[in-house]
């Protein structure tokens, strides 16, 4: 007999053989001793984990003679004739060769007929995603309400190809990736059968690489197996999967840990010309932090290392990085590999990761619980002081005024009106610098600028005027606080009214927002401090005449009230006899 593929020899052939996906086998065995088996079911999951298998068991103990059944007993002629997959009531349709609607037109007008010498007439559609819409269309109706002898099992590795009409009709059933302990046992299996000598920590070598699949393991067992010859080590496991051992891991590790950039690209480069995929090292380093998390979390979580045999030396590596390093560097390379799945140059990513690594602090070390411990030390010479401080206190005993510190001088702060404080430094320096053609410039283009904002930002602004202005900056007061609070932090808002008046005037202002009751105050004393600056300034009275008429100008005097834009056009339209300007 010509030799065959393990994947095909080990094929499980009843739900006790299967590996993993618990919530399938308990279900379906209850449906089967319960004689609840519907119509239509849909096994999707990644490739690998059972879902042609288990369709076929499930045919089997559907037609079992021993039925109603929970395992097909395989010794009767109707089980073995599906295990040979010669039955001619169960039907294995492959949809990605078969793809087209004459296919399912055959199906359709034959299902129809009564089983020859079965209960159950079963038809197995394998990759029915790759169906035309057409035959999806053909197939609706009789998937819907198919002959009380019928079952349709449909497989896919995708199902969100599937229309949602097909899957409403069926049962669904989520396989799941196996665990690398699932893989691992039935690898074990299939060597003791063939009584070959093995290293565990090979087969966890495979499991990994397999990444939750079983035939995909197992073919990689077979290959591996064809390459050893006498007995399955870890040098040829690692060679033949293109993996990396622990001891390097290791390693490299180290040398992040030491911070030792050279050592670490040294190691990287040597795993590169070894013929070593960057992605799939990238992947192995998570596995690897993730191992050494679990040892640094408990020493009884050996037995779902995937990466790491359970030593001391990785033990102790594990004490030598705090939590949140390793959490860190599994999230660095986590976001790396997302950016080399759509790059040339995952070479040039997996480098820069690496260097990312080695500039994180190892807070939570072994140095830092010495720092915590002084912290310690520190905390508890102040609880005695404060202790020895009270007793004072409660005593009547004065406490010497030379050890007190001097006290402050209380200076009376601006009120905060929900929660927002007016920036007044800088508003003070704009007042400093403001002048009366740079406020005009500001008001002519105010409302110009406003129209090219949206209708809910200009609202902002209907009770709001600009008061003063510098060459870079002006000052806007607001009548209502919560208006003032808003615009001040929408950085957004600012920015785009900023940019709106670029356009009418050629300067970039920077905005400075206040309330009305803090502009009060504000002015008031800016004005009475610039006035006593000036007097102790100059003596001379000609002198300080001189510096008063170039005092920063703030618009709120009376003379403004001509140059307004508003007040020019209403005298225009009015005459200036009928015009009278009213300050609210």
């Not at 949140?324 to 986590?334: A, F, Q, R, V």
């Not at 920036?423 to 600028?449: M, S, Y």
Request: net charge negative.
């Amino acid at each position: 007999m010509t030799y065959q593929a393990f994947y095909r020899v080990y094929r499980p052939q009843s739900f006790r053989e299967m590996s993993g996906q618990t919530h399938v086998k308990r279900t379906l065995q209850n449906a089967l001793l319960a004689n609840k088996t519907t119509h239509a079911y849909l096994f999707s999951g990644p490739r690998g984990t059972g879902k042609t298998s288990t369709a076929k068991i499930f045919a089997k103990a559907l037609n079992c003679e021993k039925a109603p059944t929970n395992e097909p007993c395989n010794e009767c002629p109707t089980c073995r004739s599906i295990t040979e997959g010669s039955h001619p009531d169960v039907i294995e349709f492959d949809a990605a060769s078969n793809s087209r609607v004459e296919e399912i037109r055959d199906i359709i007008e034959k299902v129809r007929f009564a089983p020859v010498n079965a209960r159950y007439k079963v038809y197995i559609i394998d990759e029915v995603h790759m169906l035309s819409t057409s035959a999806f269309n053909a197939l609706l109706k009789t998937l819907e309400e198919p002959p009380a002898h019928a079952v349709f099992i449909l497989a896919t590795t995708e199902p969100h190809k599937l229309p949602a009409t097909i899957i409403s009709r069926c049962q669904r059933f989520d396989f799941k990736r196996l665990s690398s302990n699932d893989i691992v046992e039935r690898m074990k299996l299939v060597l003791e059968d063939i009584q070959l000598p093995y290293e565990e920590q090979a087969l966890k070598v495979i499991a990994q690489a397999a990444n939750g699949g079983m035939r995909d393991a197992l073919s990689l067992l077979d290959q591996i197996v064809s390459f050893s010859g006498e007995k399955l080590t870890l040098e040829n496991a690692l060679l033949v999967s293109g993996s990396v051992s622990q001891d390097v891991f290791y390693d490299l590790v180290s040398a992040l840990k030491e911070k030792d950039i050279a050592h670490v690209l040294s190691l990287l480069e040597d795993l590169i010309a070894e013929g070593k995929d960057p992605l799939r090292l990238s992947e192995d380093l998570i596995t690897f932090f993730r191992d050494l998390l679990l040892l640094q979390t408990s020493g009884n979580l050996e037995e779902l290392l995937e990466l790491i045999t359970p030593e001391e030396k990785f033990a102790e590596l594990s004490r030598e990085f705090s939590s949140d390093t390793l959490y860190k560097c599994i999230d660095i390379l986590s976001k790396t590999q997302q950016d080399m799945r759509f790059s040339h140059h995952t070479k040039v990513y997996l480098e820069t990761a690496l260097l990312k690594m080695t500039q994180i602090s190892n807070s939570g070390a072994k140095g830092a619980v010495q720092a915590d411990s002084a912290l310690l030390d520190k905390v508890a010479q102040l609880e005695k002081l404060v202790l020895q401080l009270k007793t004072q206190i409660e005593s009547g005993a004065a406490v010497s005024q030379a050890n007190m510190p001097a006290k402050e001088e209380i200076r009376p702060r601006t009120k905060i009106v929900n929660g927002y404080k007016a920036p007044e430094g800088r508003i003070k320096e704009v007042l400093k610098h403001a002048t009366k053609q740079d406020i005009i410039q500001v008001k002519n283009a105010w409302f110009p600028a406003l129209n090219q904002l949206q209708k809910s930002q200009s609202a902002l602004f209907a009770e709001a005027e600009p008061v003063a202005a510098s060459s870079s900056a002006f000052v806007i007061k607001f009548k209502y606080d919560i208006h003032c609070q808003m615009v001040a932090e929408n950085r957004d808002l600012t920015t785009a009214f900023s940019q709106a008046l670029f356009q009418q005037t050629g300067n970039m202002y920077e905005i400075l927002c206040i309330p009305e009751r803090q502009w009060t105050v504000l002015r008031e004393n800016f004005i009475r401090e610039s006035g006593l600056n000036l007097k102790k300034a100059n003596n001379a009275e000609n002198k300080v005449q001189e510096n008063v008429s170039e005092a920063p100008y703030i618009d709120d005097m009376k003379d403004m009230e001509s140059e307004d834009p508003i007040v020019k056009e209403a005298e225009k339209m009015f005459g200036k006899d009928f015009v009278e300007v009213v300050e609210d």
